[in-house]
T-cell receptor, first 112, second 114 residues
Framework: SQKIEQNSEALNIQEGKTATLTCNYT??????LQWYRQDPGRGPVFLLL?????KEKRKERLKVTFDTTLKQSLFHITASQPADSATYLC???????????FGAGTRLFVKA | DGGITQSPKYLFRKEGQNVTLSCEQN?????MYWYRQDPGQGLRLIYY???????QKGDIAEGYSVSREKKESFPLTVTSAQKNPTAFYLC?????????????FGQGTRLTVV
């Protein structure tokens, strides 16, 4: 069955460092991969999308890579800040786009 | 202000009762979705709708029902047949039919069985 795996353990880093989160998937060939941010008790907020034919995407301090051979995406936050502390969700979509599959998310804590 | 609104934020249900969660959007999106989120698990798709008067079951539809009589509205009913309804419910919409894959989420409804 289709499966997305994100680190269940929280990631703790020092302010100013780069945070790297991993998303691995199996039994799926997504057309799109997305990353969302979710704060406690709130709905997820879209951050970035990368397509299957793209290797890397950047937006301000965020960078996403997508390796369809390894079936893996890496999500980087450079110069991290305490305000970046949240849960980050990886999501996969096929070309139809209606059955988005979400990972459980990785909790990030950035210490001042 | 464009967005997606869920109500109520907190909901308590007695055993054997049906409850309805509201979801309204003013983004003019064709597609709407309901997800359930449990601690330590990803969002699981309950139902989705691509157009008015049409909806499809997701991966965990048993014990739930929906309607899509208006483009703006996609209410979810949690029936007494849902054996473990306590969870955080999220409604989302997207303009996928117009080329946008980004999903916009509401703030969620936390349902507790008492």
């Amino acid at each position: 069955s289709q499966k997305i795996e994100q680190n269940s353990e929280a990631l703790n880093i020092q302010e100013g460092k780069t945070a790297t989160l991993t998303c691995n998937y199996t039994n799926y060939s997504p057309a799109y991969l997305q990353w969302y941010r979710q704060d406690p008790g709130r709905g997820p907020v879209f951050l970035l999308l990368i397509r299957e034919n793209e290797k890397e995407k950047r937006k301000e301090r965020l960078k996403v890579t997508f390796d369809t051979t390894l079936k893996q995406s890496l999500f980087h936050i450079t110069a991290s800040q305490p305000a970046d502390s949240a849960t980050y969700l990886c999501a996969l979509l096929n070309t139809g786009g209606f059955k988005t599959i979400f990972g459980a998310g990785t909790r990030l804590f950035v210490k001042a | 202000d464009g967005g997606i609104t869920q109500s109520p934020k907190y909901l308590f249900r007695k055993e054997g009762q049906n409850v309805t969660l509201s979801c309204e959007q003013n983004l003019n999106h064709d597609a709407m979705y309901w997800y359930r989120q449990d601690p330590g698990q990803g969002l699981r798709l309950i139902y989705y709708s691509q157009i008015v008067n049409d909806f499809q079951k997701g991966d965990i539809a048993e014990g739930y029902s929906v309607s899509r009589e208006k483009k703006e509205s996609f209410p979810l009913t949690v029936t007494s047949a849902q054996k473990n309804p306590t969870a955080f419910y999220l409604c989302a919409s997207s303009g996928f039919s117009t080329g946008s894959t980004e999903a916009f989420f509401g703030q969620g409804t936390r349902l507790t069985v008492v």
